[in-house]
């Protein structure tokens, strides 16, 4: 057996949802730690008002872009995504979403809704309890790949190979583990009960679905109602702002922000505001490019992009935040195994995704660039590197690219 590392051309986009997401990541932890602001009530608005201004500045940006390419009758393209027009069917454009205007708004507003719900379960109601190690909901990250590879198959109808079902099936093993030494070393400490642990575990395990539901409806709106994802993003921030509004009915909402700027002083206030824009900023980048790799890759590259760098975060949340104590002791077992499971379930995320080949037992057979090679040889082509010098990734149909260039505006 041997492994390959098979980078493509478009890991970029990827790899800036990784940086825009640990950059928030900092932020939150400047704001709760640094500026003591601990009110998790804030970030869900000002995270739908960042998607809106990024998402207008990308699509007036995009739409420069159209008009110059259509004066100068060449393709465009933009961030690898090339852009149409829809047009009527009558014109004889193929370019006819599948579903209705109605029903495409309602998609997008359940896209939303599902964003917003699963920012209540762990963001706020995680955030106040405060015994459960602060590194749990991170390492069970990997169930929005699978719950997400159950939608790509049963409701998209995409195929399944075998690579994908051997790092699933790991993954979901390491999962189990993660959760059984949770509840074996996590309730030796005083205050965590079986019944918290139990009720932490039902949220994380709901939200995570939740989340590859929204990766789901997004990657269905891209691929068969053509829909361009900058114009989504808008969508699900204005939708999302107005049912954020319903945080206002919480009393803990405004109550924070009095007890904050009537206690601090004037440098904590004004590094709150700082922080807070900030935070909206990075909020719209980290989601732009959420939506872009969900449309070049699949709703399962996000969710590795999610957590490939949990071996970090453990490590952090160790340092920083005392997890893996057992009453104020540090227990190398059980901080052993979550690092270990990390690095398996990151690995086989990436045996996945195709980023990282297996060669052993066929798990290469049905991979994006053994697929390649063998078109290559069919078409009298030798290498590689021309071969994707002359054609785009998305230009093939491979297992891991199921979806026909079709890509949208």
């Known amino acids: 057996m041997f492994i390959k590392f098979a980078l493509r051309r478009n890991l970029i986009y990827p790899l800036q949802y990784i940086l825009w997401s640990f950059a928030r990541e900092i932020t939150h932890i400047i704001i709760k730690d640094a500026v003591?602001?601990?009110?998790?009530?804030?970030?869900?608005?000002?995270?739908?008002?960042?998607e809106i201004l990024v998402g207008i500045i990308i699509y007036l940006y995009e739409r420069r872009?159209?008009?110059?390419?259509?004066?100068?009758?060449?393709?465009?393209?933009?961030?690898?995504?090339?852009?149409?027009?829809?047009?009527?069917?009558?014109?004889?454009?193929?370019?006819?979403?599948?579903?209705?205007?109605?029903?495409?708004?309602?998609?997008?507003?359940?896209?939303?809704?599902?964003?917003?719900?699963?920012?209540?379960?762990?963001?706020?109601?995680?955030?106040?309890?405060?015994?459960?190690?602060?590194?749990?909901?991170?390492?069970?990250?990997?169930?929005?790949?699978?719950?997400?590879?159950?939608?790509?198959?049963?409701?998209?109808?995409?195929?399944?190979?075998?690579?994908h079902k051997i790092s699933l099936s790991i993954i979901g093993i390491c999962l189990i583990i993660v959760i059984a030494t949770e509840f074996i070393f996590g309730t030796m400490n005083i205050f965590l009960t079986p019944n918290d642990l139990g009720s932490s575990l039902f949220c994380i395990i709901v939200s995570q679905i939740i989340v590859s539901c929204r990766d789901s409806i997004e990657k269905y709106l891209f691929e068969y109602d053509y829909m361009d994802p900058f114009v989504v993003l808008i969508y699900e921030g204005i939708f999302g702002f107005l049912i954020s509004q319903l945080l206002l009915i919480s009393k803990n909402y405004m109550e924070d922000f009095r007890n904050f700027f009537?206690?601090?002083?004037?440098?904590?206030?004004?590094?709150?505001?700082?922080?807070?824009?900030?935070?909206?900023?990075?909020?719209?980048?980290?989601?732009?490019?959420?939506?872009?790799?969900?449309k070049i890759y699949s709703p399962m590259t996000k969710t590795l992009s999610d957590y490939i760098l949990n071996p970090i975060y453990i490590i952090y949340y160790y340092g920083a935040r005392k997890d893996f104590l057992i009453n104020s002791k540090f227990n190398p077992w059980y901080f052993s195994i979550n690092i270990?499971?990390?690095?398996?379930?990151?690995?086989?995320?990436?045996?996945?995704?195709?980023?990282?080949?297996?060669?052993?037992?066929?798990?290469?057979?049905?991979?994006?660039?053994?697929?390649?090679?063998?078109?290559?040889?069919?078409s009298g082509l030798t290498e590689l590197t021309k071969f994707d010098d002359e054609y785009d990734d998305e230009d093939i149909e491979t297992p891991s690219n199921p979806f026909k260039e079709k890509n949208n505006s």
């Not at 009530?41 to 008002?49: D, G, H, N, S």
């Not at 309890?129 to 590879?149: C, D, E, H, M, V």
């Not at 004037?266 to 700082?274: D, H, M, Q, S």
Request: proline residues 3%.
């Open 36 to 50: 003591k602001f601990p009110s998790p009530y804030v970030y869900l608005p000002l995270m739908f008002i960042g």
């Open 65 to 163: 872009i159209m008009k110059t390419k259509k004066e100068e009758k060449k393709e465009a393209y933009l961030m690898s995504i090339k852009l149409i027009e829809n047009q009527k069917e009558e014109e004889g454009d193929y370019f006819v979403p599948l579903d209705d205007k109605i029903k495409i708004i309602f998609f997008i507003f359940l896209a939303s809704l599902f964003d917003s719900i699963q920012f209540l379960l762990t963001d706020i109601n995680l955030s106040y309890n405060k015994i459960l190690p602060a590194s749990f909901r991170q390492r069970l990250y990997g169930i929005s790949t699978i719950s997400a590879s159950f939608f790509y198959v049963y409701a998209l109808k995409l195929p399944v190979y075998k690579h």
């Open 262 to 294: 009537g206690k601090k002083d004037g440098n904590k206030k004004i590094g709150l505001i700082f922080a807070l824009i900030f935070y909206m900023i990075i909020s719209g980048w980290k989601n732009l490019f959420r939506v872009v790799t969900t």
């Open 340 to 378: 270990i499971l990390a690095l398996i379930i990151s690995f086989f995320g990436c045996v996945y995704n195709e980023f990282i080949i297996l060669f052993c037992c066929r798990l290469e057979h049905e991979t994006y660039e053994i697929i390649s090679q063998r078109a290559l040889k069919l």
